[in-house]
């Protein structure tokens, strides 16, 4: 199976900071990744898909970037609604896995 | 549009069997596979597996292999999550999600884009 593992596990940043999020698969999965906010007491929602392919009605301010075993998830402009915690999945191969999560603290 | 809605929480005692539903629109159960994710108290999303309602494919993640059942009814747009025997440690959120293989002239893409509410289940004596 490949493992996903997501750093740091939990950050805290000020409304207008530039944060990034990192994931690294434990073998080569191309740029098959996805990128999913949860916010407190919600389904999850997809951000990006391939990598760096932005979904429809996602904020230009998130960007992911990446491939082979790096990638990351970028938010330029933090805004208080972006208040969640983030995961990586992989879909290169069954089981999917996601990352452990990172919780994403408005200073 | 694509709408999948989640039974609602429930309350068993370990060792009961147990089956929760998904129902969704007929769009989200053509040419998708739809897919259960844990969410135990405080913690990560967890892949438990996938079902392909045209026919009843079924891939299992490790750690639930053999511990649940994945079906579907796709006559009814309606996907289950099924234990015989359940555990205090089966106590969580469980999500259903639609997987869109997404295939375009380059590349195909494999995400879960619409998800239900969620369903907690607790296992208390």
């Known amino acids: 199976d490949i493992r996903m593992t997501q750093s740091p596990s939990s950050l805290s940043a000020s409304v207008g900071d530039r944060v990034t999020i990192t994931c690294q698969a434990s073998q080569d999965i191309t740029n098959y990744l996805n990128w999913y906010q949860q916010k407190p007491g919600k389904a999850p929602k997809l951000l990006i898909y391939?990598?760096?392919t932005l979904v429809t009605g996602v904020p230009s301010r998130f960007s992911g970037s990446g491939s082979g075993t790096d990638f990351s998830l970028t938010i330029t402009g933090l805004q208080p609604e972006d208040l969640a915690t983030y995961y990586c999945q992989q879909y290169d191969s069954v089981p999917e896995m996601f990352g452990q999560g990172t919780r994403l603290e408005i200073k | 549009e694509v709408q999948l809605l989640q039974s609602g929480a429930v309350l068993k005692k370990p060792g009961e069997s147990l089956k929760i539903s998904c129902k969704g629109s007929p769009d989200s159960f053509t040419n998708s596979w739809i897919g259960w994710v844990r969410q135990m108290p405080g913690k990560g999303l967890e892949w438990m597996g996938i079902?392909?309602?045209?026919?009843?494919?079924?891939r299992y993640g490790p750690s639930f292999q053999g511990q649940v059942t994945l079906s579907v009814d796709k006559s009814i747009s309606t996907a289950y999550l099924h234990w015989s025997s359940l555990k205090a440690s089966d106590s969580a959120m469980y999500f259903c999600?639609?997987?869109?293989?997404?295939?375009?002239?380059?590349?195909?893409?494999?995400?879960?884009?619409?998800w239900g509410q969620g369903t907690l289940v607790t296992v208390s004596s």
């Open positions: 391939g990598a760096s």
């Open positions: 999600a639609r997987r869109l293989d997404d295939c375009r002239s380059t590349a195909c893409y494999y995400y879960f884009d619409y």
């Open positions: 079902v392909y309602p045209r026919d009843s494919d079924t």
